[in-house]
């Protein structure tokens, strides 16, 4: 008889705010997103649990800052990743792949912030490291940069749509196993 594993209660807790996060970031409602999403990295660390969960949830407070336009802690958050991948000497395949995501939204931040010739360097690093079929968006942006084009950053954002940048969408969201913080945490963080 085949074993399903299921979520023990601290994983299941922390992915149910992090779901309630996702339904407040889909409302555009970010700041009550990053409560939940802060919330569910602290509780996913402290339960000791698979860096996996670590990583998307880092990944959906990423995207919340953009939408919001809190470029500045993007780019500070992706410059330390770029540095950590830089002094890693054998990149595994799955490295590289996730280097080349964090450049791509290096770039992308830093188009929407009207800086287009260091975007296009740190996408054309992105594309070396993972590939254009591995990062279409980066292919398509860099693109337009090299062709000159002036970037604004609602026409990148719908770009970013198209290619499925944002992993915090409709199709991808569970409600049914959302949980709500408690209400002893703090409105402010």
Not at 84 to 98: I, K, M, N, S
Not at 100 to 122: C, F, Q, T
Not at 150 to 179: C, K, M, S
């Amino acid at each position: 008889m085949m074993m399903v594993p299921t979520l023990t209660d601290g994983a299941a807790r922390h992915l149910g705010i992090a779901e309630a996060g996702k339904l407040a970031a889909l409302a555009d409602e970010h700041d009550e997103a990053l409560r939940h999403y802060r919330e569910a990295l602290r509780m996913a660390v402290a339960a000791g649990a698979p860096e996996v969960f670590f990583r998307h949830y880092t990944q959906c407070v990423l995207e919340s800052l953009e939408r919001t336009g809190s470029y500045a802690e993007v780019i500070e958050y992706c410059e330390r990743a770029d540095q950590h991948y830089r002094g890693v000497e054998h990149l595994t395949a799955f490295q590289r792949r996730d280097h080349g995501a964090m450049l791509e939204r290096l770039g992308s931040v830093l188009a929407k912030s009207g800086r287009p010739d260091e975007s296009l360097l740190l996408l054309n690093r992105a594309l070396d490291l993972a590939g254009a079929t591995a990062l279409p968006l980066a292919a398509a942006l860099a693109d337009w940069l090299r062709r000159g084009l002036t970037v604004d950053p609602r026409r990148l954002t719908e770009l970013q749509e198209r290619h499925h940048y944002f992993t915090v969408r409709p199709d991808l969201v569970n409600p049914t196993i959302a949980t709500a913080l408690p209400t002893s945490l703090p409105r402010s963080r």
